[in-house]
């Protein structure tokens, strides 16, 4: 199993960034797949998660209506639109496959920087 982020970068606030998850190694479009973050000095949280299918989404409270999660199950790929960015999620941003044979697999992140 291999999670491959990119997307991030340094953006000013009320920017906008696309992140991409490209996933290999498991049957992508049968799992549920999640974005996670990890700011610096405090422990990672949940940002977002699709099911298998995208029937279903979570968003955590401090981005919705701000953050989009989607899935394309054609191309083993997820993604996370970032828009109207504010310097509290600045964060190294990861993408994680959960419960893929029994196991968590995640990406090695991608730094987001919101600064002006």
């Known amino acids: 199993v291999q999670l491959v982020e990119s997307g991030g970068g340094l953006v000013q606030p009320g920017g906008s960034l696309r992140l991409t998850c490209a996933a290999s190694?498991?049957?992508?479009?049968?799992?549920?797949m999640s974005w996670y973050r990890q700011a610096p000095g405090k422990e990672r949280e949940l940002v977002a998660a699709?099911?298998?299918?995208?029937?279903?989404?979570y968003y955590a409270d401090s981005v919705k209506g701000r953050f989009t999660i989607s899935r394309d199950n054609d191309k083993n790929t997820v993604y996370l639109q970032m828009n109207s960015l504010k310097p509290e999620d600045t964060a190294v941003y990861y993408c994680k496959a959960p419960k893929v044979r029994g196991m968590d697999y995640w990406g090695k992140g991608t730094l987001v920087t919101i600064t002006s």
């Open positions: 699709v099911t298998s299918a995208g029937g279903s989404i």
């Open positions: 190694g498991f049957t992508f479009s049968s799992y549920a």
